[in-house]
């Protein structure tokens, strides 16, 4: 008998009001507000342990959202992922009070070195004991890149030549720079790294020169979990090269199992067997014990979202409050300027303002969508494995902590019921133990990482730097570490 797919589940998280579920903070059962305060982080992490999640999966920017009305308001009035906080420094304190619970941040390779990232990284594997993800970004908000010294964002495909780049030189570091066996904590000969076995690694390339060594020793994983969720042509490259764990949508299942399959064509095309990527889906799950219990959640929902703060989210440039409900698309785009002939690629002429107010910030869509009681819920859920041909979720959270508790206390024992949920975690497993099975604590043999490994048996010592083989052929703030 075959054996069922086991669903995967991260809680996507932020370290700020409103992540994605814009203007439900004002619901009287949400504590989006106690995100500043760190018992929030430890209760939300050892709730999530309690359900055995795999991980809480951290989002990030880094600039506001400002090209709605002309600047950040909107997004300052209605939370819009502003307040938020730097994500790395919640989880070593959701890691003390935890065992099993895996941790996966958000990091931008467009604007900060490589070098110093590397050992934060290595840091928090070590203090995790090997539960640490990063979801690997490459920015896209233009006041971003003018937070770090630029005018406007580095092209879309060059952002990801910049980040192959990076993924290089962490590779060097984490995998090539340090032997296993460095550390040998010899008392009586006074030594505690024997300096055979660590290495520089030198790299000059076209945005980073970077002389090593690593200053950290070899963590649990060496390299952390990658995660990614590009969709582009470029970022669609870029995951199958590097990425074990992949975000995806689709505005049906069949769309997400034919991307899916695309995905996995183009980790087989750089020389990675396709089955070493998991996909997860960004969920919206609305559970209740009764018919009625969902329908008022439901409602609930509805009624709280802000039309603004997705329009300021969106980045949209064109706000739609201005005109009346009753305005066609088709009367827009021919009184207004010309760039809103752009329109037509989205919006139908005979389409109102109205018709695209009513959809703006609408959760109840989608293939990933279910709201019911917790049977109706599983057989979503099982349907998105088997016909959707994803491996987990992403749970989109309503409110914190009634998600997750939700679907912990509702959903949880209705999938262990059916022999697609943990029952527990495996002790002292890893991240990446828990998405490929045991002995898998490492990246993977296929991985393009892997092969950094070489980097052992070349001698320690100094060795000068070559200068870099090319210089950046956009303005990109990028320097040496």
């Not at 790395?88 to 003390?96: Q, S």
């Not at 920015?139 to 879309?156: C, K, T």
């Not at 939700?406 to 527990?424: A, T």
Request: one cysteine or more; glycine letters at 10%.
């Amino acid at each position: 008998m075959k054996e069922l797919k086991k669903l995967h589940v991260n809680l996507f998280e932020m370290n700020c009001v409103g992540h994605i579920s814009h203007g439900l903070w004002v619901h009287p059962d949400n504590n989006r507000h106690r995100f500043n305060d760190i018992d929030f982080w430890l209760e939300l992490a050892q709730l999530l342990e309690y359900g055995t999640f795999d991980a809480v999966f951290l989002a990030d920017v880094i600039g506001a959202y400002d090209g709605f009305r002309g600047g950040p308001a909107t997004a300052l009035t209605e939370a819009v992922q502003i307040p938020n906080n730097d994500p790395l420094l919640l989880i070593p304190a959701m890691a003390a009070v935890t065992k099993g619970l895996g941790f996966a941040a958000t990091f931008s390779t467009t604007y900060e070195p490589p070098f110093a990232f590397a050992r934060r990284m290595s840091t928090l594997d070590h203090l995790t004991k090997g539960r640490v993800a990063w979801n690997v970004v490459t920015s896209y908000l233009p006041n971003a890149a003018r937070n770090f010294g630029l005018s406007d964002e580095v092209d879309h495909d060059h952002r990801y030549e910049i980040a192959d780049e990076y993924l290089e030189v962490l590779y060097k570091l984490w995998e090539g720079s340090w032997d296993d066996d460095a550390v040998i904590q010899d008392v009586d000969n006074r030594v505690y790294t024997d300096p055979a076995k660590v290495r520089y690694i030198d790299h000059a390339g076209r945005y980073y020169k970077v002389a090593g060594p690593h200053l950290s020793q070899p963590s649990p994983q060496r390299t952390p979990v990658i995660y990614q969720a590009g969709s582009s042509t470029a970022g669609r490259a870029f995951g199958g090269k590097h990425a074990e764990a992949v975000f995806v949508g689709g505005g049906s299942l069949d769309d997400t199992r034919t991307y899916i399959e695309g995905y996995r064509a183009q980790a087989k095309a750089a020389g990675r067997d396709p089955r070493h990527i998991k996909f997860m889906a960004g969920a919206s799950v609305i559970v209740g014990k009764s018919d009625e219990d969902v329908a008022r959640k439901v409602e609930e929902f509805t009624a709280l979202r802000s039309v603004d703060g997705y329009l300021a989210h969106s980045g949209a440039g064109l706000d739609w409050t201005r005109y009346s409900p009753e305005t066609r698309i088709g009367d827009i785009i021919a009184r207004e300027d010309p760039g809103y002939q752009r329109l037509t690629r989205r919006y139908k002429p005979g389409q109102t303002v109205g018709d695209i107010i009513g959809q703006t910030g609408r959760f109840d869509r989608g293939p990933f969508y279910v709201a019911g009681t917790p049977g109706v819920v599983a057989d979503a859920i099982e349907n998105w494995l088997d016909e959707g041909g994803i491996d987990g979720i992403n749970l989109r959270q309503f409110l914190t902590p009634g998600t997750a508790r939700d679907f912990i206390e509702l959903v949880v024992p209705e999938l262990r019921r059916r022999g697609r949920f943990r029952e527990s975690y495996e002790e002292g497993e890893t991240l990446r133990e828990r998405l490929f099975g045991p002995g898998s604590a490492r990246l993977l043999d296929d991985h393009p990482g892997k092969r950094f490994r070489d980097l052992e048996g070349r001698p320690a010592g100094p060795g000068p730097v070559a200068e870099p083989v090319a210089e950046p052929a956009t303005e990109v703030a990028v320097t040496s570490a």
